[in-house]
């Protein structure tokens, strides 16, 4: 309820100070999540915990801006008769970087499934498609810096193609848990704003694998990712996932650890990837262009 109020007065285009319950202490912390999302923002939204009505105030606010040199990795596979059409594969090598130490004085967020694991399916996917060697549409891989802190290497990314000529774009986030359906499935974020989602089920038809549409709409997971940078230039650009965001103790906590993943599923789900993908990668399926106006 905090969150989805907060989020209507970032989202509003006005500016707010906003004056906080105590009440509300608890969550206010996860309030913060909302600069890390991909909506369209020229609000600036001051948000202020007190149990004091508040009559009379001023506020000073000093920015020091640093510079700090980031880079996205790359890689390119020419595709063989339509070279000038790309299909992305993406995923984000950032996570939160050094915390306050817990019990154990562990204090490094070592984001093993957000999203190393998303990171492991592109370099698998490289590997398997440059083996392959057939791909008719060249295939990117890419695995972005500073998606955590707004998205930035994405929104670099995004200016670095004529997104007219993007077919697709598979964004893989949080893959190292079995989803909502039990192993070997997974769901697509933004279903419904593209055809692409019907081609990845087609084709699965036959592997043992399922995709579905994200079962998590409030949750605004197409928005969240770095799949949202591509899609507001009209690029069908949809996350894939397993994560169960109702669900996952370890997500955006310090024991976001590699043992808490399970691997088998993931290599399964890797691979239901790449399947999925067929068609697109041929040439053979188009998917329809996103409707970037009808997008928040
Ligand atoms: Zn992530």
């Given amino acids: 309820m905090l969150l989805n109020n907060a989020y209507r007065y970032v989202t509003s285009g006005k500016n707010y100070i906003v004056w906080v319950d105590t009440a509300h202490a608890k969550n206010f912390n996860s309030l913060s999540r909302l600069k890390g999302e991909r909506f369209k923002s020229n609000s600036s939204v001051i948000l202020v915990l007190t149990a004091e009505p508040v009559t009379d105030f001023s506020f000073t606010i000093h920015n020091t801006i640093t510079e700090k040199k980031l880079k996205n990795v790359v890689g390119i596979l020419p595709g063989k008769s339509k070279k000038e059409e790309y299909v992305i594969f993406s995923g984000h090598y950032d996570h939160l970087g050094i915390g306050k130490p817990n019990a154990d004085g562990d204090s ?54 004529d997104p007219v000529k993007v077919m697709a774009m598979f964004n893989i986030e949080m893959i ?22 019907k081609m990845l089920e087609k084709n699965l038809q036959g592997t043992g694998f399922t995709f579905h549409p994200d079962p998590y709409p409030e949750q605004q997971l197409f928005y969240r990712s770095d799949n949202a940078t591509l899609a507001r230039l009209g690029v069908p650009a949809h996350t894939i996932s397993t994560s169960k965001m109702d669900s996952e103790p370890f997500y955006h906590t310090l024991d976001d650890e590699v043992e808490t993943l399970d691997i088998k599923n993931m290599a399964e789900i890797i691979k239901a990837i790449a399947l999925s993908s067929k068609s697109i990668i041929s040439g053979e399926d188009t998917p329809s262009r996103v409707d970037a106006s009808q997008l928040r």
Avoid: C, H, P
């Avoid at 998303?118 to 083996?131: E, H």
């Avoid at 190292?176 to 989602?197: F, H, L, P, Q």
């Fill in 176 to 197: 190292g848990t079995e989803s909502k359906w039990g192993r070997n499935s997974a769901y697509i974020t933004g279903y419904e704003k593209t055809d692409m989602g």
């Fill in 108 to 161: 490094i967020y070592n984001g093993a499934n957000d999203d190393a694991a998303g990171t492991t399916a592109v370099i698998m996917l490289s590997k398997y498609f440059s083996k392959l060697k057939n791909n008719e549409r060249t295939i990117v891989f890419a695995a972005f810096t500073a998606e955590e802190s707004g998205g930035f290497g994405s929104q670099y990314f995004s200016k670095q193609f």
